[in-house]
């Protein structure tokens, strides 16, 4: 059995971890709506770049949660994430490229490399969710609202042990001067998904072309 060591950044925003937790379910009229939390966690200072709920995992919640972390807490330099198929879209891939992000993906069956974000799902479900009365919760908007006061008042101010005491917006604050911000995030991404889709097309337009020479 291979000996795992625990490593950690020495800076904020230089690796990101991203992943999905199963949510609670909410009571929307006759229906029971699963959830699911999207969230990114700071390598270096366990602070939590975005955390939401949605009603679906799939392509468009990734590109809303990371777009929020990113004009929230500045561009990381590295994403490391799972093999989950929204993760290794191409879109997303060329999303992250485009605001100088380089995206990594997670051996398979190796959850322990992603030891940090489930750690923090753990306490997620140990200190936030085992607190809820769902009854009360009647929409998304109320879960998050709820999750991101508690996010703001209990975890991102609660001393961390690997942190020497520190809390995570201590510590992440205490170097914001490494924040590298995305002040055009919106028009970076389309503009490199339209230069993207250009190639694309220019590339099968040659290949028609190509294909009409040699049967002509």
Known sequence: KKE???????????LWYGDV???PYIQEGRKKKPTYLMAYIDDASRLIAHGEFYYTQNFEALRHSFKEAVLKRGIPAL?????????????FEFMCASIGCSLIHSKPFVPTSRGKI???F??????????LDMNEIKSLDALNLRFWKWLDEDYHKKPHSSLNGLTPLDFFMSQISRVKLCTDYTNTVR???NQEQTAVSHK???KAAYSRKIHN
């Open 4 to 14: 795992i060591k625990r490593f950690a950044h020495q800076y904020i925003n230089e």
């Open 21 to 23: 937790m199963y949510g």
């Open 79 to 91: 994403l490391y994430t799972d093999n989950g198929k929204i993760y290794r879209s191409q879109q």
């Open 118 to 120: 489930e750690r923090f």
């Open 122 to 131: 753990l306490t997620v479900r140990e200190r936030f969710l085992s607190q």
């Open 191 to 193: 503009t490199v998904a």
């Open 204 to 206: 099968c337009t040659f």
